[in-house]
C-alpha cells in the first residue's frame, strides 16, 4: 500500500463549480499535510498547509484533515478556469526533511 | 528574489555517462532535497538533507548520490544513469521552521538514451 493515495483523475468541472480534492494516508507519524499546486511545465507551489485535525480556509480553498480516517480533502470554491492544474497532497514530518506526496489529481474548469 | 536555481534544465545523455545536476537556493534554508516525478507516479523524494552534511535516502535514492558541502548547495549525481532515470527532477528547499513553504525549482527533464 502506498503511504498517500489519491485520486488520480482527471476531474473536468464548470466554471463555478465546487471542486473537492481527496487523499487518503497510512502512516501517521507524519504530523503536517500539504496541498500544493502544479501548472504544467513549473515545479510544484505551495497552497496550504495544516498540522491539525479540522478545517482551514484561504480565500476560495479550504483544507480539511481527518487525522483520525487519516483523510485530507482540499476544496475548492467558486472555481475558475485559472486553477486547471495538478494538485498535489503531500504528507510530511517536521523533524526531518521528509515529504511524501499523492500521485496527483489533473482538474480542468471550462469556462 | 527567493528561488531555487537548477542547472540544467534539459539534458539528454547516454547510458552509463556520468552528470551532475545542480541545485542552489538563495534563502539560507536547512532543507533541500531532490525529488522526481513520473506520470502516474507523482513526486518522489529522492533524498533529503537537513543541514550541511546531513543527508539521507527518500523513496527512491538507488542509483543516485547527493552531498551538500555547502548550505546553500545540493548537487544531484547519476555515476552510471541508465533509461529507468528518464524522468523530470525537481530540487526544493525550506526552512527548518514549522510550516515553512517548500520552494521548488523549475524543473530538470532528463533523458537516458
Known amino acids: 500500500q502506498k503511504e498517500v493515495e489519491q485520486d488520480p483523475g482527471p476531474l473536468s468541472v464548470p466554471e463555478g463549480a465546487i471542486v473537492s480534492l481527496n487523499c487518503t494516508y497510512s502512516?501517521?507519524?507524519?504530523?503536517?499535510f500539504m496541498w500544493y499546486r502544479q501548472y504544467s511545465r513549473k515545479g510544484p507551489e505551495l497552497l496550504m498547509y495544516?498540522?491539525?485535525?479540522g478545517n482551514k480556509e484561504d480565500g476560495r480553498f479550504t483544507a480539511q484533515v481527518d487525522k483520525s480516517s487519516k483523510y485530507i480533502s482540499l476544496f475548492i470554491r467558486d472555481s475558475q478556469p485559472s486553477d486547471s492544474a495538478t494538485y498535489l497532497c503531500?504528507?510530511?514530518?517536521?523533524?526531518?526533511?521528509?515529504?511524501?506526496f499523492g500521485q496527483g489529481t489533473t482538474l480542468q474548469v471550462k469556462p | 528574489e527567493a528561488q531555487v536555481t537548477q542547472n540544467p534544465r534539459y539534458l539528454i545523455t547516454v547510458t552509463g555517462k556520468k552528470l551532475t545536476v545542480t541545485c542552489s537556493q538563495n534563502?539560507?534554508?536547512?532543507?533541500m532535497s531532490w525529488y522526481r516525478q513520473d506520470p502516474g507516479l507523482g513526486l518522489r523524494q529522492i533524498y533529503y538533507?537537513?543541514?550541511?552534511?546531513?543527508?539521507d535516502k527518500g523513496d527512491v535514492p538507488e542509483g543516485y548520490k547527493v552531498s551538500r558541502k555547502e548550505k546553500r548547495n545540493f548537487p544531484l549525481i547519476l555515476e552510471s544513469p541508465s533509461p529507468n532515470q528518464t524522468s523530470l527532477y525537481f530540487c526544493?528547499?525550506?526552512?527548518?521552521?514549522?510550516?515553512?513553504?517548500?520552494?521548488f525549482g523549475p524543473g530538470t527533464r532528463l533523458t537516458v538514451l
Open positions: 502512516n501517521s507519524a507524519f504530523q503536517y
Open positions: 526544493a528547499s525550506r526552512s527548518s521552521g514549522r510550516g515553512d513553504t517548500q520552494y
Open positions: 495544516t498540522y491539525s485535525s
Open positions: 503531500a504528507i510530511g514530518s517536521s523533524n526531518t526533511g521528509k515529504l511524501i
Open positions: 538533507s537537513m543541514n550541511v552534511e546531513v543527508t
Open positions: 534563502m539560507n534554508h536547512e532543507y
